[in-house]
């Protein structure tokens, strides 16, 4: 059970949303006279509430006692056998998922950030059509969640891309495959987008509370294979005085994030915008969200112009070493650079 199904009143579930008690277990971490002032109730309706939440989160065994739930207990051989068989989303792009070892791994969390305008929307309506490929075209034959806190998802775009998808699928068909009727591609374009799961969301507090309920929801809707945040700082980049109440809500929900992306075996995708940071005597660009939040996610890639030519930087991740590749927008989605020319790489 989440903070949102709590037996108390909305009004309550609200004030423990906004003051960043996201979960269960940030409830019972504080202390009753903490948690009453932070959602401006008295110190017993504080007590109740935790008692609520500590029964929510108890385990009942047969002796009448309770346990929590405890992760963990996996094998380093196991983990290692688990990384041979790991499920990539292809970018479409050659030359990015070469250097990210196959495309957007499924149970990590990758942030994608840069200046507007580089593609970052482009490049997560690519991977929640993608992640629809079938088994058959080396895909995952999956289903996508897409978060959209700006209001920058178009479906007229998503309906492109997936055309182009399909004659993608179709053209790989004809080349492998000498009777081209018999493997005749039989996705359609409103498949594709019958199975991208669209959340508009307004506000910090709506975004935490879809978050929260995402586990429910993919429990009901099976295949999910990515989420998509377009984009995950939108609305924390604004309206805080407050700046440890964000820190603490970003944490709460970069690790519900990372939790659901293990749990469900899925990818995990984080557009961010950039800012200006003060370094060395001068003002540089720079991820927004702070120097703490670099490390909610598993992989971060930089996106970047250099000249006319867009390129994605790998600045983070415990896997793969720093690299760039170049990629190209076009009308049919991202794709390989149409440069001919190596540029060097700027950062």
Same mark, same amino acid.
């Given at each position: ?11 309550? $579930?609200?004030?423990?949303?906004? /003051? ?6 940030a409830i019972a971490r504080t202390s009753a006279s903490l ?42 051989? &196991? ?15 050659? &030359? ?6 196959g495309g957007i791994k499924c149970k990590d969390v990758t ?16 991977? /929640? ?14 289903? #996508? ?16 891309? #997936? ?37 508009r969301v307004c506000s910090y507090t709506e975004q935490i ?36 109440? $964000? ?40 991820? #927004? ?42 009308? $049919? ?15």
């Amino acid at each position: 059970m989440e903070v949102g199904m709590l037996p108390i009143s909305a009004s309550k $579930r609200g004030k423990l949303l906004a /003051a960043g008690y996201t979960s269960l277990d940030a409830i019972a971490r504080t202390s009753a006279s903490l948690l009453a002032r932070d959602i401006e109730v008295s110190d017993s309706e504080a007590c109740e509430i935790q008692n609520l939440a500590a029964k929510a989160g108890a385990l009942e065994t047969p002796n009448g006692t309770h346990t929590t739930v405890v992760g963990g207990g996996q094998t380093a051989w &196991d983990m290692l056998n688990d990384e041979k068989f790991s499920s990539y989303i292809t970018t479409s792009c050659v &030359d990015l998922d070469n250097i990210l070892g196959g495309g957007i791994k499924c149970k990590d969390v990758t942030e994608i950030g840069g200046v507007p305008g580089i593609g970052k929307t482009q490049i997560g309506i690519q991977l /929640a059509v993608n992640v629809q490929i079938p088994q058959g075209y080396g895909g995952l034959g999956g289903k #996508a969640i897409y978060i959209d806190t700006e209001g920058s998802f178009m479906v007229e775009r998503v309906l492109q891309i #997936a055309e182009a998808c399909i004659e993608d699928m179709a053209e790989y068909s004809n080349h492998f495959h000498k009777d081209f009727q018999a493997c005749e591609v039989k996705m359609h374009p409103n498949n594709i987008l019958e199975n991208i799961f669209y959340f508009r969301v307004c506000s910090y507090t709506e975004q935490i509370a879809l978050i929260n309920y995402l586990d429910k929801f993919i429990m009901e809707n099976k295949d999910v294979k990515i989420i998509i945040v377009d984009s995950v700082t939108f609305h924390f980049r604004q309206d805080f005085d407050d700046m440890a109440l $964000r820190t603490r809500l970003l944490s709460e929900m970069a690790l519900k994030l990372m939790k659901l992306a293990k749990k469900f075996c899925l990818a995990v995708v984080m557009l961010n915008q950039v800012t200006t940071k003060f370094i060395e005597g001068s003002f540089q660009l720079t991820l #927004a969200l702070g120097d703490s939040w670099s490390h909610s996610c598993t992989n971060r890639i930089i996106l970047f112009w250099n000249g006319n030519e867009r390129h994605a930087f790998i600045d983070k991740s415990p896997s793969l070493k720093s690299a760039s590749a170049p990629y190209s927008v076009t009308s $049919r989605g991202i794709r390989n650079s149409i440069s001919s020319c190596k540029r060097i790489k700027m950062m």
